[in-house]
T-cell receptor, first 113, second 109 residues
Framework: GAGVSQTPSNKVTEKGKYVELRCDPI?????LYWYRQSLGQGPEFLIY????????DSGLPNDRFFAVRPEGSVSTLKIQRTERGDSAVYLC???????????FGPGTRLTVL | GENVEQHPSTLSVQEGDSAVIKCTYS??????FPWYKQELGKRPQLIID?????GEKKDQRIAVTLNKTAKHFSLHITETQPEDSAVYFC????????FGAGTRLTVKP
């Protein structure tokens, strides 16, 4: 079956703009995770959904970041008033249940000019 | 929260030699420890994982050991091949996943 997909693959925006990043998890996976990966670093946890609800959003850096998963499948990560420091690859992963192998999407490379 | 440290940050070995990467974690409640391989420009992919009720797990040339008392776990790759060259990440899971900073492994032919 299809793996985790993310759109867009690349996003270039200007400082102060709003962006939305989309993640389509593997069908049937109840858990969905967002990570941010900067060059030379490991994925940094942002938020974890179990179904429609955010089970843990402790990794969101500040209130400019918000994520939703209204129907328990597709998720959108929203970043308001983007800053140059937000530039990174944003990775999404899904798993069947909370404890188990996470399958990663290809990521969205966000560049804030 | 959980803090995962990974060493070394870079590792270079000769083809056929073994490679060992070590990680420590801080949260004793963590109960799942996966290892991911990430090639340049690609997504992380799981290569092996271990749960807290197991001390060692092996899959062909790859093995992982876990010492819960000391809160550390290690990845062992034997008979390394050039295709093993990549960045390897350890992670620890307790309600959410925390990753180490990665080890760039280079296998020289």
């Amino acid at each position: 079956g299809a793996g985790v997909s993310q759109t867009p693959s690349n996003k270039v925006t200007e400082k102060g703009k709003y962006v939305e990043l989309r993640c389509d998890p593997i069908s049937g996976h109840t858990a969905l995770y967002w990570y941010r990966q900067s060059l030379g670093q490991g994925p940094e946890f942002l938020i974890y959904f179990q179904g429609t609800g955010a089970a843990d959003d402790s990794g969101l850096p500040n209130d400019r970041f918000f994520a939703v998963r209204p129907e328990g499948s597709v998720s959108t990560l929203k970043i308001q008033r983007t800053e140059r420091g937000d530039s990174a690859v944003y990775l999404c992963a899904s798993s069947f249940g909370g404890l188990g192998e996470q399958f990663f999407g290809p990521g969205t490379r966000l560049t804030v000019l | 929260g959980e803090n995962v440290e990974q060493h070394p940050s870079t590792l270079s070995v000769q083809e056929g030699d073994s490679a060992v990467i070590k990680c420590t974690y801080s949260d004793s409640a963590s109960n799942y420890f996966p290892w991911y391989k990430q090639e340049l420009g690609k997504r992380p992919q799981l290569i092996i994982d271990i749960r807290s009720n197991v001390g060692e797990k092996k899959d062909q040339r790859i093995a992982v050991t876990l010492n819960k008392t000391a809160k550390h776990f290690s990845l062992h790759i034997t008979e390394t091949q050039p295709e093993d060259s990549a960045v390897y990440f350890c992670a620890a899971y307790d309600n959410d996943m925390r990753f180490g900073a990665g080890t760039r492994l280079t296998v020289k032919p």
